[in-house]
């Protein structure tokens, strides 16, 4: 990448998330069933960790199922799981040796016991990778999540008192995850679609109309460039961040 392009490093965002949108009109609009676009939609991750890797992101959070989801098709649904079980099976070991960190955030009980022994196995193969911590949302809302979170504490015999804003954190699937920085929505939808609705409170958002299959590393970095110029004051005035 051109060095004068580069946006400064303390203006890279240090978590980037993306609600990973159009695969079915990307599909559509070639004829094709939209399964293919599902399938098309795995094609440029390779393209887009690169890209991460480039710009310096640390943290990727890509939402791939949600839990409103289960509710298409059935053979959209077998369809959307055999992709994630063939994306495991071939690109673990590069993204191993390339120090990815695998996280998955969601929950496993409703999957396929294959599918689930392969998340978990991928998890842990990978625990101990810090180059980039790539988190899969799969089976995710963050209506359930915060639902699970409030069940475990009181299961915890947390009391009131003790709630706060750092503990509701702690007991998030996104626990130890810096809140995403960035929110990257592809497909021109202009919704949050119930992700990272606690994480997001702070979140840039930047809506691209390009559907994911044509996300690519340059797309990813013209939102990168976007979110460089915005200014987050979280409820100060402009004197008091600059
Ligand atoms: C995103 O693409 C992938 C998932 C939600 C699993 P869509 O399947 O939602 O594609 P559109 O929105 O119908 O084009
Ligand atoms: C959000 O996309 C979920 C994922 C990208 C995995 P949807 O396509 O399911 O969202 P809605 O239904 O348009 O809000
Ligand atoms: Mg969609």
Redesign the pocket.
């Known amino acids: 990448m051109d060095n004068e392009k580069r946006p400064k490093p303390e203006k890279i965002p240090t978590h980037v998330a993306i609600i990973?949108?159009?695969?079915?009109?990307?599909a559509l609009a070639r004829g094709l069933p939209?399964i293919a676009?599902?399938r098309a939609?795995t094609e440029n991750l390779r393209r887009v960790l690169e890209g991460c890797g480039e710009l310096g992101i640390k943290y990727l959070t890509l939402y791939?199922?949600?839990t409103e989801?289960w509710g298409r098709p059935a053979e959209e649904v077998r369809g959307?799981m055999s992709i994630l079980e063939d994306v495991i099976d071939s690109e673990l070991e590069e993204l191993h040796q390339e120090g990815v960190q695998l996280r998955h955030i969601g929950l496993l009980d409703q999957l396929e016991p294959r599918l689930r022994e392969k998340v978990k196995y991928a998890v842990e193969l990978t625990k101990n990778n810090d180059r980039l911590i790539l988190n899969i949302a799969f089976n995710y809302g963050g209506r359930d999540e915060i639902v699970h979170a409030i069940r475990h504490m009181i299961r915890d015999g947390v009391k009131a008192e003790e709630v706060t804003d750092e503990l509701v954190s702690r007991y998030l699937f996104t626990s130890g995850v810096p809140d995403p920085d960035l929110v990257i929505r592809t497909?021109g939808?202009l919704r949050i679609s119930n992700f990272l609705i606690w994480q997001a409170a702070y979140a840039e958002w930047y809506f691209t109309p390009v559907?994911?299959p044509d996300f690519d590393k340059d797309e990813l970095r013209k939102a990168v460039e976007e979110y460089s110029t915005r200014e987050r004051r979280y409820g100060l005035v402009s004197a008091q961040v600059s």
């Open positions: 990973m949108d159009g695969n079915g009109r990307w939209r676009g599902h939609g791939a199922f949600s989801n959307l497909s939808e559907y994911w």
